[in-house]
């Protein structure tokens, strides 16, 4: 369909013709919120838009195709990315083999993405990731590609942004499965313990346990102590029908000791993949107060899914306020939300950091202290 004559017309002020969209890292709700926002908004001020896949890999290996807006017809409300994502494929450290030892081989390709770039005149780049993937652009900007980021991530842990799309639906299908949850622990009258995303910070879990009324909330920002878990649990045993729901981030630790470590991918950026707390919380629990418990990883069961309308409303205006930077002239900045506006800072500025939570300063946490919720650091009374 071919766009009205006002639409070409709309000549931005960067001079910027033809740019690029990739999503990187791992996959959300969301995601094609954005490339549909960011591609329909470029169409409507004369702009030409590509396709990368896979993240960087797409420019790495040359596999990128136009996008029009038959191509981001429909997909509003479809979780992942028709553009498909990665997290491995950073252009400054690709690995293209192995050694004799089995080891992986890197080698630097961000030139060899230059030239795809080049090759497709492609002048700017929309990068929708988190902070890796925002680390992999400044290559990039340092060669006078303009690139703006759309912060991505279910955990909700960038610096500079108080919220990210496809946490609000991760939030969702967690609490989803929580809820879920309390029907066999209450018949059974056990300690169920829901392990949950979130790496280094428990966003994810602090949002989806006071949703879903979870009677203990363990944070990696608040090493528990199993004692206190266990108190918790057994003074709710002894009430008529007695059972405890356990909200669980795979980055909780126990006072004194150290996060639990499912595997290391020596290929990924972020090699350490946590897991295997919430076995490790229930089997305690069963241990020390002869209460069966069991354990239930969500795993990526909360990155699917249709994305809830927060999520799409908010991929809407990322999207368009990365367009908007974009058209003028505004390099290499990352679009964020601060205080419910819209707002942007420097593109790298949340590279290799983490947004935690402050417990002693988080009015989540003191919300949810109010209401009897165990955090496992003995500061919650029990009635």
């Known amino acids: 369909m071919t766009e009205p004559m006002h639409a070409r017309d709309r000549v931005p002020v960067s001079g910027v013709k033809r740019i690029g969209v990739l999503t990187g890292g791992g996959d959300c709700p969301g995601l ?36 029009d807006r038959k191509a981001v017809g429909n997909i509003l409300t479809r979780g992942g990315t028709i553009l498909g994502s990665s997290n491995k494929a950073n252009p400054q450290k690709y690995a293209v083999g192995t050694d004799d030892e089995g080891k992986p081989v890197y080698r630097d390709m961000v030139d060899v993405c230059m030239t795809t770039l080049e090759l497709h005149r492609i002048e700017a780049l929309v990068v929708i990731g ?34 990210t799309f496809g946490f609000s639906t991760a939030v969702a299908n967690a609490t989803d499965a929580l809820d879920k949850v309390h029907t066999t622990a209450a018949s059974h009258h056990r300690a169920i313990v829901v392990e949950v995303m979130g790496r280094n910070a428990g966003w994810l879990a602090l949002h989806s346990g006071i949703a879903s009324g979870s009677d203990v909330i363990l944070l990696p920002e608040i090493p528990f102590d199993i004692e206190d878990v266990c108190h918790t649990v057994e003074t709710r045993a002894q009430r008529k029908h007695g059972f405890t729901i356990v909200c669980c981030s795979e980055g909780a630790k126990p006072k004194g000791g150290k996060q639990i470590v499912d595997r290391v991918i020596e290929s990924s950026p972020d090699p350490v993949r946590l897991g295997g707390v919430g076995k490790f919380v229930a089997d305690q629990i069963e241990e020390k107060t002869g209460i069966e418990s069991r354990a239930v990883v969500l795993g990526h069961v909360q990155r699917g899914g249709v994305p809830v309308a927060a999520d799409r409303v908010l991929a809407t205006q990322f999207g368009h306020a990365a367009m908007k930077l974009l058209r003028m002239g505004i390099k290499n900045r ?10 942007h800072v420097e593109i790298t ?32 009374k029990i009635v």
């Open 32 to 67: 094609n919120a954005v490339i549909r926002a960011v591609t329909k908004d470029a169409l409507f001020h004369g702009m030409e838009v590509i396709g990368i896949e896979d993240g960087f890999a797409g420019l790495i290996e040359d596999r990128v195709h136009p996008l």
């Open 130 to 163: 988190g902070d890796g993937t925002m680390s992999a652009a400044k290559p990039f900007a340092d060669r006078g590609i303009n690139c703006i980021g759309v912060p991505k991530t279910i955990d909700n842990d960038l610096v500079g942004t108080d919220l």
């Open 334 to 343: 990352l679009v964020v939300m601060r205080n419910g506006l819209l707002d």
């Open 349 to 380: 500025s949340a590279a290799d950091k983490q947004r935690l939570i402050e417990p002693d300063n988080d009015p989540l946490v003191e919300a949810a202290r109010s209401v009897y919720t165990c955090f496992g650091d003995w500061k919650t």
